[in-house]
């Protein structure tokens, strides 16, 4: 039995929002953490008070189990505030620090180690100089893909539904944050669509739940297309014909008889997994660790290896 004075698993869980997410709060619990604190609409100015007042109120045994969770909506504030996080640390007196905003690193990290996964195994080839369409490509999720898509070394195309100017500010961003080329386009008409779907390879559809990006209609102009991968798991399906359960499934109505699908509980299940096992790690570890999403993706790799 431990001993009463055992110390518990304390959580700090930090986002710039008004509300911290249900799920990372449930997640967290779940890999063992005993107390989950949330701590709303903090900025940047108030990461590094918060993180020594944990650092220093537990004594060197008191760090070990605690830990520090970055939230929110905005992937390069969550980015500036694990960096921020990790400056203010004063060895011994350090902890762990996970930042996942609004899961987007988790999910963009399965989307993207699936999709590499299936590649190799269905067309015997790598992302790298592979095409990549990413539908709804400004929000959180489809940020993140195309950092890590155009890392390794893929020609990244993000896609808004608005505008070209808005496709290109993001574009320009994640260029500058990461040190990549990517490029912005405009889908939200079939004259602006059409072209760009003409010359993708791989389809990401990382859109507001519920918003189908990519209909039937347009799928038969995709010639080129190997996958297309959708993370929408709310009806009507981000990518017709990508069912949410499908794994590597052929793709109905693709030009290419070998095109083939992953649908959002697939890639769901993977990201599931892969935010466990970083929180796990934060608790278990033995000594400190920053994790983002190059770690995220690093996690989904190793799910994905071995994945049936």
């Known amino acids: 039995m431990p001993e009463a004075t055992e110390r ?48 220093f109120s537990r004594g060197p045994k008191g760090v070990s189990r605690t830990g520090i969770f970055i939230g929110g909506r905005d992937v390069m504030l969550a980015a500036d505030m694990l ?3 990790r400056q203010a640390m004063v060895p011994p007196f350090e902890v762990s620090v996970f930042a996942d905003p609004s899961g987007s690193y988790t999910t963009a990290a399965a989307l993207v180690a699936l999709v590499e996964y ?41 896609a808004s539904h608005s505008d070209r100017a ?11 944050r990461f040190d990549i080329a990517t490029a912005g386009v405009a889908t939200g008409t079939p004259a602006e669509l059409l072209p760009a ?10 859109a507001a739940a519920g918003v189908q990006v990519m209909s039937a209609t347009d799928l038969a102009h995709a010639q080129h297309l190997l996958i297309a991968a959708d993370v929408n798991a709310v009806p009507p399906e981000g990518i017709a014909g990508v069912n949410v359960m499908d794994d590597g ?5 693709a030009k290419r008889s070998d095109a083939i699908g992953i649908g959002a ?15 796990v790690r934060m608790r278990t570890g033995g000594k400190p660790v920053y994790l983002g999403f190059l770690e995220a993706f690093d996690e989904a790799r190793e799910i994905t290896s071995g994945h049936a």
């Open 83 to 85: 960096d921020l996080a």
């Open 197 to 206: 779907l003409a010359h993708a390879e791989i389809v990401f559809a990382t």
């Open 118 to 158: 299936h590649l190799k195994k269905e067309h015997h080839a790598e992302l790298g100089g592979k095409r990549v369409l990413i539908l709804g490509g400004t929000g959180a999720v489809g940020r993140v893909a195309a950092a890590m898509a155009a890392t390794l070394g893929a020609e990244v195309i993000i």
């Open 8 to 55: 518990p698993y304390i959580l700090h869980m930090l986002t710039a929002t008004p509300q911290m997410s249900p799920f990372d709060v449930n997640m967290a619990a779940d890999a063992g953490y005993q107390i989950v604190v949330p701590y709303c609409n903090v900025g940047r100015d108030s990461v590094v008070q918060l993180t020594q007042d944990a650092i």
């Open 166 to 176: 808005r496709a290109t500010q993001v574009s320009d961003e994640i260029n500058r």
């Open 249 to 253: 499934k052929p793709l109905a109505g």
């Open 265 to 279: 509980l697939a890639i769901g299940n993977v990201k599931y997994q892969v935010e466990h096992r970083l929180f």
